[in-house]
């Protein structure tokens, strides 16, 4: 048999490229709004290159829709009545992405949007704040979540790791009024940590008082700790095994219109977690994974939740 000619092997090879490349090149980008300094989830790097979980979930979502990914950057300033979801909200409802990012699953903040409009916040190509317009808001959907955020009791030294809130043996324990971390060690059953609790001013960061030794521990967001060990690699700051029982689930958010997306973003959470991926990319990023708990949105923080 003779060979093919040579410019029937190449022609072969355009119809094969045109088939299983083109449509991914001509896909249009799954647009992802996610938080600029939100570690260890989504932050920018000193070489301003996005990393954290929710880039990597993001990531998925877009091979799952044979879509290229574009990332959006966004950094949250509120101001008088907005919040993160209204900010949010403004971002997918005027265009500017399809799904949100590592946003807390709560039922006031799913639904129809607490207010008609928003301005969104800083984002490439943003015009400046007073020539934003007010962007009439939709409603929110939620995707499964990927993540849990959960609170730590976090020390310095080596022999308070067993310690509790139960049981903190003769700790100082950093609290600062105002905050959900300084009302639950307030509150912790009828005030039992009065005498223990060391407080502080709210321009002061308690992990930053604890590796300088004015204090013994502190309760802290999980997440918030996994972000202060990346930025100090030689930090001696550690987790007992003691973790509050309060949890609020993060997943993704979109609008309605973004069904597609949204169906793509919870095969690949549910896949993702069932087989170990999410964890195993949370080891590799730095961050503690937490198992999502049931419900996936929940219901507003209460008093009880913080006395327990």
Known sequence: MRPMPLRCTVIRCALLIATFVAPLAFAAPLAVC??????PLSYLTEGRVLRGLDVRVAEAVAAELGRPLKLVPFESKYEGDSSLASEVNALLSSGVCELASGFPLLAPDIGPAQRPTARVPD???APPPPKRPWVPLGTLEAS???HTAALALVVRDPARS???????GDARIGATAGTL???IVSLYRNGRL?????GLAQNEDALEQLEAGRIDATLVPLDRLDAWRIRHPGSVLHRTGYLHPLRINIGFVALHAARDE???ANKVIVRAGSDGTLERWSQDLQT?????????VGTPIGLSQLRE
């Open 34 to 39: 996610l938080a600029e300094d939100n570690p």
């Open 123 to 125: 984002h490439p190509g």
């Open 144 to 146: 499964r979540p990927y």
């Open 162 to 168: 067993a310690a509790t809130l139960a049981e903190p």
């Open 181 to 183: 971390t300084g009302t």
């Open 194 to 198: 009065k005498k223990q609790v060391f």
């Open 262 to 264: 949204l169906d793509a």
């Open 288 to 296: 503690s994974w937490i198992p999502p708990v049931a419900p996936d």
